[in-house]
């Protein structure tokens, strides 16, 4: 039976409401401070990604490549970035045009997903027969869960920008298997699976793929036969086909890149240890785990959930007297899995097992509210004794926090404002023993108290670095846009105090301004120049690179054929070489690095090799007369020998060159530039274009699978059986 409009439009409004209790918790954090969800990987490698693509879409280009870093050149195949996500480019370029500074639109795009993450959680736990209290709850444990706001919001934002979708395509699946669900529910399911895809965060990926194998194995056993699992395969099929371009081209990047080569070896970095769960209770309490810097002290911020998610699970179990369903059972096996995998090494590409935490705290809080649930079923009144499990559950949090040696006092103020929330809990819980709508908000209010407590006591920050960036590294001043930069330095040279400077552009910063470098941020590191000039994690060189550069800067060696025409060399690599006179000009000099231009050469161009050329004389270049992200062009003159033309760009697979529209071969010069061989006597306008088979056979797929998606939904609503959209 399908819902009333006035039904329609509560529900619609709850879940919306939902969500908004999430932004307005964010806010009040982004008040407390108003860099907040800007630290690490989002300030050195996302937001000047950000940048740049939207400086892209509004030059009419798709942003497959970037001119602004060689190393993580190809944000297409460095898939964590979004390039084939609708919803990710739409809310850049929206946001982008709200004149927010750097932290605020660092903030407004982290924030926007919250609230599509935490609405999502809601439609899913209601679409269970969760009362909207406790689906409240669900929402709140989804969207502000200790991994999501440490890790997900303010450092590695695919990690939200992905898992965002995953409770959407969670309920759009479970409503096209059921035996009432219909071709609009696949249609839904294929759009979210696209979204969550395309967003760029591979362990999103593998939740769903086992929360899918978990949903087909229930109806199984359920007896219910092969039938739920047709709409789940074509959920999938249609959501893998729209999202091909994007998973093709990260296939096709990571093939040979220093990621692959890592080899199959277990991971046991950022695996969750036995002695740190009890953090879910107190999250404060330093345990020993394998970060980033092997056994050290971590506070397990990544598993708070607000405190009431395990005391409700855990009261509900011990409490006798009720008549548990075989539902729980499944619920409470998937989040047993979800805590072992969390406790494994990786392997390969899919490092830090942690990263499963999100799904767990979902799942939790599921359960929880399930179990909860039941107890009111099944005993017909509220217990007023169960809400003062919290009370216990604080006790043997600060148990476990004294035993693990405390934490600096104004972290371990968390434990007091955990006994008073407790406290509270209990005593309102038996206060409004009559009132059953009170008593039904209390763990809601609950999580929303404990989370709050935590994150304006703890900052989310504590195991990584932040960057004093701000917005004067908009500017390219005392760097040239029209120039090709190097950046020598080293891990000494990166700071997280202070200012940083206008030269020295660590990670993927000089993206901000649009400045062309050779360094960047890339955590796959492709073949090519990544594994030819091995870089190390934020961009910086390992001494022994710097070494070869300073080698490698003559006139006609490698770094003047490819196009490198301004160096900035920080203090501690200008000790590990020198540059020559009579080849380098210093420019602009201060504390942070001196910057050096190359005598005698201005303007882009591309390089002329050939097999006599000196080493020790420039090469002949030609000025780009096409100068786009994913094009060059030159007007080549007749010449007697077969010639080598090297652009200022890094080499990837799905280059292709044309001389007057006839193809010519392409190579990588040095195994890092892009190159095309050019016959002997040849002539005409030669041009390079990026044109990846991920990008023109998979986008073409990619829409038709989207036209098919479109017309399973249409051919419903042209049946009149799209009214139960929502929950």
């Known amino acids: 039976m399908n819902p009333t409009p006035s039904r329609r439009r509560d529900d619609f409004l709850r879940t919306a409401a939902a969500g908004l209790a999430v932004v307005v918790i964010c806010l009040i954090l982004l008040w407390s401070q108003p860099r907040f969800f800007w630290n690490d990987d989002y300030q050195m490698a996302f937001m000047p990604i950000f940048e740049d693509v939207n400086r892209a879409w509004r030059a009419g280009e798709w942003p497959l490549l970037t001119q602004s870093s060689w190393v993580c050149g190809n944000l297409a195949g460095e898939y964590q970035y979004g390039t084939f996500s609708v919803f990710i480019n739409l809310c850049i370029v929206a946001l982008w045009s709200l004149g927010l500074s750097l932290p605020g639109k660092a903030a407004a795009f982290a924030i926007v997903h919250e609230f599509v993450l935490a609405t999502g959680a809601f439609a899913l736990a209601r679409s269970r027969g969760i009362a909207v209290p406790l689906a409240t709850l669900v929402a709140l444990v989804a969207a502000l869960n200790g991994w999501i706001i440490c890790w997900g919001a303010t450092n590695w934002i695919a990690g939200l920008t992905s898992f ?11 409503r096209a298997a059921a035996p009432t669900g219909r071709g609009w529910h696949v249609a839904l399911a294929a759009v979210f699976i696209d979204l969550a895809l395309t967003a760029g965060w591979p362990f999103t990926t ?34 893998g086909l729209m999202a091909l371009p994007a998973v093709w081209m990260l296939v096709e990047y990571v093939r040979g890149s220093a990621r692959a080569n890592a080899g199959t070896s277990l991971n046991w970095t950022w695996v969750v240890p036995l002695a740190a769960w009890p953090g879910m209770l107190m999250p404060t309490a330093p345990t020993q785990w394998s970060g980033f810097y092997p056994n050290t002290k971590h506070l397990p911020i990544e598993l708070a959930n607000g405190l009431a998610p395990l005391v409700m699970l855990v009261t509900s179990l011990v409490m006798p007297g009720r008549r548990w369903s075989r539902s729980l059972g499944w619920w409470l096996g998937l989040l047993g899995l979800l805590v072992v995998i969390s406790m494994m090494p990786s392997v390969g590409v899919f490092r830090w097992s942690f990263r499963w935490l999100p799904l767990l705290h979902l799942v939790l809080a599921l359960t929880a509210a399930e179990a909860w649930s039941v107890e009111d079923d099944t005993t017909g009144q509220e217990n007023r004794w169960r809400h003062c499990g919290g009370l216990v559950a604080v006790l043997i949090g600060i148990g476990y926090l004294a035993l693990c040696g405390w934490s600096l006092p104004e972290f371990d103020r968390h434990a007091l404002d955990l006994a008073l929330i407790a406290a509270a809990w209990a005593g309102l819980g038996a206060a409004a023993a009559g009132r059953p709508v009170v008593q039904a908000w209390l763990p809601a209010a609950v999580v929303a108290a404990a989370v709050l407590s935590l994150f304006l006591r703890v900052p989310p920050n504590l195991a990584v670095p932040v960057f004093p960036f701000d917005e004067s590294y908009l500017d390219a001043a005392p760097l040239d846009r029209e120039r090709l930069h190097m950046s020598l330095h080293v891990e000494k040279d990166l700071p997280t105090t202070g200012a940083v400077g206008q030269a020295f552009r660590p990670g993927n910063s000089a993206m901000l301004a649009g400045i062309r470098m050779i360094n960047g941020y890339s955590p796959i590191h492709p073949r090519g120049i990544g594994t030819t000039v091995p870089f190390d994690v934020h961009g910086q060189m390992f001494p022994r690179t710097v070494k070869w550069a300073f080698r490698g800067a003559g006139p006609g060696d490698v770094l003047a054929v490819i196009g490198v025409d301004a160096l900035i060399v920080t203090k501690h690599a200008a000790r590990l070489g020198r540059l020559a006179d009579d080849e380098w000009e210093k420019v602009w000099s201060a504390d942070e690095a001196d910057v050096y231009h190359r005598r005698g050469v201005s303007g882009r161009s591309a390089a002329i090799v050939t097999q006599d050329a000196p080493a020790d004389r420039p090469p002949a270049r030609l000025p780009l007369l096409v100068d786009s992200r994913n094009r060059a062009a030159i007007d080549l003159p007749a010449a007697d020998d077969e010639r080598l033309v090297v652009f200022p760009r890094p080499w990837y697979p799905g280059w292709q060159a044309t001389l007057d529209s006839q193809p010519l071969m392409t190579t990588a010069y040095k195994n890092i530039a892009i190159a095309a061989a050019v016959p002997a006597g040849a002539v005409g306008r030669l041009e390079i274009l990026y044109r990846p088979a991920g990008f023109m056979v998979g986008l073409p797929i990619a829409l038709v699978a989207a036209l098919i998606t479109l017309w399973v939904a249409m051919r419903d609503r042209a049946s009149g059986s799209t009214a139960d959209v929502l929950p």
């Open 206 to 239: 593998l939740m769903l793929l086992l929360i899918t194998a978990w949903m087909a194995t229930r109806c199984l056993a359920g007896g219910t036969g092969l039938r739920p699992l047709l709409p789940l395969a074509a959920a999938w099929t249609l959501g």
């Open 164 to 174: 965002a979708w995953l409770p959407w395509a969670w309920w759009a699946l479970d």
